[in-house]
Antibody, heavy 123, light 107 residues
Framework: QITLKESGPTLVKPTQTLTLTCTFS??????????VAWIRQPPGQALEWLAL???????RYTPSQESRLTISKGASGDQVVLTMTNMDPVDTATYYC???????????????WGQGALVTVSS | EIVLTQSPATLSLSPGERATLSCRAS??????LAWYQQKPGQAPRLLIF???KRATGIPARFSGSGSGTDFTLTISSLEPEDFAVYFC?????????FGPGTTVDVK
């Protein structure tokens, strides 16, 4: 069974850098086709895809945030890390990590999600 | 960036009724349209991918259809647990984008 869990600070100050860790189990990010994404959701609003890292270390970012984002594999092999620089109150959201669906073909849809981590940006 | 528009914003129905949700894309997305369900305080749950393929464990009352720019999620007979927010997502073109959601609530 695949599980994912986000961890990181619940409160950051404006201009600070946010670092979130996704710890997963039930799959290996070194296996061909695998991928993990970060997706966020401001309170009461829609989902916004931020970044995706693939098994081969290829990375994709949403253009509107690309200059602020870095996604990487953790050293332990069962983690994915997202950093977002220059945080602003508008970045207040629940941040989810999610597993890329592999069906009869690979997709950029997400079949397993973490519980989410609420990050508030405030001084 | 492909913009997804969902209608209606809110759908008020009774258990047992049929729900029809719409997602329209600003450009053609081929068949690469997915639907997620989200309940309060929970992460989204993948229901349908590639227009009409049900994800693992999703009941047959959920079905998807459409092509090009216009897509539909149908819930044939609403169960109490189906009252939730539904989002569509396209994977045809980077960046991946989601729609604003349709809330299905109890009439």
């Amino acid at each position: 069974q695949i599980t994912l869990k986000e961890s990181g600070p619940t409160l950051v100050k404006p201009t600070q850098t946010l670092t979130l860790t996704c710890t997963f189990s039930g799959f290996s990010l070194s296996t061909s086709g695998e991928g993990v994404a970060w997706i966020r959701q401001p309170p009461g609003q829609a989902l916004e895809w931020l970044a995706l890292i693939y098994w081969d270390d290829d990375k994709r970012y949403t253009p509107s945030q690309e200059s602020r984002l870095t996604i990487s594999k953790g050293a332990s092999g069962d983690q994915v890390v997202l950093t977002m620089t220059n945080m602003d109150p508008v970045d207040t959201a629940t941040y989810y990590c999610a597993h890329r669906l592999i069906a009869d073909s690979v997709t950029e849809n997400f079949d397993f999600w973490g519980q989410g981590a609420l990050v508030t940006v405030s001084s | 960036e492909i913009v997804l528009t969902q209608s209606p914003a809110t759908l008020s129905l009774s258990p047992g009724e049929r729900a029809t949700l719409s997602c329209r894309a600003s450009q053609r997305v081929s068949q690469y349209l997915a639907w997620y369900q989200q309940k309060p305080g929970q992460a989204p749950r993948l229901l349908i991918f590639d227009t009409s393929k049900r994800a693992t464990g999703i009941p047959a009352r959920f079905s998807g259809s459409g092509s090009g720019t216009d897509f539909t999620l149908t819930i044939s007979s609403l169960e109490p647990e189906d009252f939730a927010v539904y989002f569509c997502q396209q994977r045809s073109t980077w960046p991946l984008t989601f729609g604003p959601g349709t809330t299905v609530d109890v009439k």
